[in-house]
């Protein structure tokens, strides 16, 4: 669950991006796992689902591999783009906690370095 304000924009990374509506201070909390909106897929239940669902959650989702489980953003958590030098920092794959990595400014896009944060990109690499 987002703990910023935050809006959808055109992203220059890619398609569409997250933008802090507030300045955030380094280290402070941006994203954590809350399961009143944020929800998890299991493979049965991902391979029980249409194609193009399938296909939109391996898009939006990520994997966690020791809970077997795919996690998706109920908000605009799953629209962070990836940066070789992300603006938050995650301590943990799916489950955990993104904190500002420096002082992040009003209308700055929020990054997340995919390899930190999925461990099916972490594993088998993706096109950024």
């Not at 398609?15 to 201070?25: A, K, M, S």
């Not at 990520?62 to 301590?91: I, K, M, Q």
């Amino acid at each position: 669950m987002m703990m910023v304000d935050t809006e959808l924009r055109p992203s220059s990374i890619h398609g569409l991006g997250v933008f802090l509506l507030e300045p955030v201070r380094k280290g402070d909390l941006i994203w954590r796992f809350d399961a009143r909106i944020d929800r998890v897929y299991s493979l049965d239940e991902v391979a029980s689902l249409p194609g193009h669902v399938q296909r939109y959650l391996r898009t939006y989702s990520t994997w966690n591999e020791a809970a077997g489980l795919y996690v998706l953003c109920g908000d605009n958590g799953r629209f962070f783009n990836h940066s070789e030098e992300p603006s938050t920092v995650s301590n943990a794959i799916s489950f955990g906690e993104d904190h500002a990595v420096r002082e992040l400014l009003a209308g700055e896009e929020l990054t997340s370095d995919y390899t930190t944060i999925c461990d099916d990109v972490r594993q088998n690499g993706a096109d950024f």
